[in-house]
């Protein structure tokens, strides 16, 4: 081969596909590629495991979330840059223990401040192209559980534990960051893409994608194909017993024959008899067992201090409305104004009550209380 061109060999060994090609071109190896079964056997492992991840993000962000069925192509690493040229989020996920090497997810920066604002209680629309570190580590939160619950059913259908380690991310551009690219996406080597539309309810439309080395996808086909072959373990040999000892020819006696029973035919008198009527049994009402409430016994807790509070109000609010909060800051509660307090004791319900002042100081009188037998229920 002339230096850097193909001489005209080449190429027809090429086309023929019965000779490899320098790696200096980065032209992969016919032997280096993956066949149709693999690749849909790729796409069915991804569609589990990204399926389980989809439904662990919904529960996140409390939003439908769909990943559709995936396309996986062999592509090379110059390929996945020009594909996706835009602000992204790069998490390397490194398995320790079921499948060999590392893998990536891909999504864009807009799409990542946008899970993160939905994580935080906001409606999505909150995206940017430059995350800053609060949002980084909310992708990386979410990532973490999404690759998690992904490994979990990897486990489940190669039939082995898949653990992963925590996930690393870094936000670049794939499209101009070629250095920081090259640290986690070999470019010596033919890759695995496998791409997913992620949709998240009336907030993202968009891809998702998966890239990781060739050896580590033909690693998974392999496990989910021992999986599938593996089958039952073969029974163990019966245990040797020895024969059973010959008969002693002075004692031998041959074997009685098994008795023969015919049938007996019914007596000539006898008269089948009607079938006994049944009825189902009757159980009379039962009656709910009365509460009796010992003066005995209640005198010997009379004593017990308890912890009564006065409830003003109640409402409910989000983790953001939460952290914007200051001095100065007002809170609505589901009470009107001038309605009666509940006075809970022990964390029980006792009496309805208003708010009065006592010599500058607050008090409360009881309008009206619950009954006592119901009182004393909740206390025991």
Request: proline share 9%; aromatic share 4%; hydrophobic share 40%.
């Amino acid at each position: 081969m002339a230096e850097g061109m193909l001489s005209q060999e080449e190429i027809n060994a090429l086309l023929q596909g019965t000779a490899e090609v320098d790696s200096e071109l980065g032209i992969p190896s016919p032997l280096e590629e993956i066949d149709d079964m693999e690749k849909d056997t790729l796409g069915e492992i991804a569609n589990i495991s990204m399926g389980t991840a989809a439904t662990t993000l919904s529960q996140l962000l409390g939003r439908k979330v769909e990943i559709t069925t995936p396309t996986v192509e062999l592509m090379t690493y110059e390929e996945i840059r020009r594909d996706y040229p835009v602000p992204s989020v790069i998490c390397e996920v490194k398995y320790r223990m079921g499948v060999e090497g590392s893998n990536l997810l891909i999504l864009s920066q807009r799409d990542g401040s946008a899970i993160v604002d939905l994580m935080m209680g906001g409606d999505g629309t909150a995206q940017t192209d430059a995350l800053n570190e609060l949002q980084i580590s909310g992708i990386s939160e979410a990532m973490n559980q999404m690759m998690g619950s992904a490994a979990t059913s990897m486990s489940t259908i190669f039939k082995s534990v898949v653990d992963i380690t925590p996930p690393n991310l870094m936000c670049t551009d794939l499209g101009t960051d070629e250095e920081t690219i090259r640290s986690f996406l070999p470019a010596s080597e033919p890759l695995v893409r496998v791409s997913f539309r992620m949709v998240v309810q009336d907030v993202i439309d968009s891809k998702l994608i998966q890239v990781m080395p060739i050896n580590v996808a033909k690693g998974m086909v392999n496990n989910l194909m021992n999986a599938m072959t593996g089958g039952a373990a073969p029974a163990a040999p019966p245990a040797f017993s020895p024969p059973p000892p010959a008969p002693d020819p002075v004692f031998a006696q041959p074997p009685a024959p098994e008795p023969v029973y015919a049938p007996v035919p019914p007596p000539q008198n006898f008269v089948s008899q009607a079938p006994m009527p049944v009825q189902p049994a009757q159980f009379a009402p039962l009656q709910p067992a009365q509460t009796v409430v010992q003066q005995d016994n209640l005198n010997l807790i009379l004593d017990v201090p308890l912890h009564i509070s006065v409830e003003l109000g109640r409402t409910k609010k989000t983790i953001k409305e939460i952290l914007e909060m200051g001095p100065g800051s007002v809170i609505e509660l589901e009470r009107l104004a001038g309605e009666a307090v509940d006075m809970i004791v022990n964390g029980k319900l006792i009496a309805k009550c208003e708010v009065i002042v006592i010599n500058e100081t607050f008090g409360i009188r009881v309008t009206d209380i619950v009954h006592p037998m119901q009182r004393v229920s909740s206390l025991m």
